[in-house]
């Protein structure tokens, strides 16, 4: 009994581990993000958690990779995508060869980051999010030689946005949509940028809304005799 205790607890460390260097990510705190994930690899390799050791690791390398150090992200994409035969999650590994094509584009390889690209789509088609994120990745390859195949495969990744009403990644989408048919089909990219516009207004009232909700819902607790929040 108490092993499977442990084993949960490693388990909700690592994902917490997880979490927390992606939000270190996301307020572009990278160093923070890489003291977090350091001793959590260690861990994750003595207990054999394969599938969080590769999603460790390829966090780490788009950290370095965001940083502008490309050969220590190297190393550690290549690090995780060793451990392909003992992840169970296989979007996790295509999700390491999406990051890894993203790499080798920023370096200017083009031709070997949509292979890489195009191989993590394969393994990534049961996770909406990361398939999403794989074909905006392929998209961005095409954009400058080929933008009519960028066009075909962000509207790709647009259809099943609006499929699951992930509305925040639509935004996003119709934005480089909009970007790459300027040039190009001025009909396409009216239509894009007034969707881009709506679904922008939408986000915004709705963000005003929540916003909203806090502020009111702070002096009903005070009227109703609860003590003041600190």
Known sequence: MWKRVSEANTEIQLNMAVEQAQ?????????????????????ARKERKYDRLIELWSILGTTYKKM?????????LKA????????????????????LGRLYFA???????????????????KDVIKYI?????????????????AISLYEQALEITKQY????????????????????????????????????VKLEN???GEQQLKYN??????KSGDPPLP
């Open 23 to 43: 939000i270190y990510n996301k307020e572009q705190m990278y160093e923070l993000a890489i003291e977090t994930i350091l001793p959590f690899i260690d861990l």
């Open 68 to 76: 502008g150090d490309f050969e220590q992200a190297k190393c550690c």
């Open 80 to 99: 995780a995508e060793k451990l392909e035969k003992n992840v169970q999650n296989k979007a996790f590994t295509g999700h390491t060869y999406i990051e």
């Open 107 to 125: 370096e200017g390889e083009t031709v070997q980051a949509k292979k890489l690209i195009q191989k993590g789509l394969k393994l990534c088609k």
């Open 133 to 149: 994120y794989g074909l905006c990745s392929l998209a961005e390859c095409y954009e400058q030689e080929k933008p009519k195949e």
């Open 165 to 200: 009403q992930l509305e925040q990644q639509q935004q996003k989408i119709l934005l480089r949509l909009a970007m790459v048919t300027e040039p190009i089909n001025v009909v396409k990219y009216n239509h894009y940028l007034e969707a881009y516009y709506k679904i922008s």
């Open 206 to 208: 709705q963000r005003k």
């Open 217 to 222: 819902v702070l002096p009903l607790r005070h």
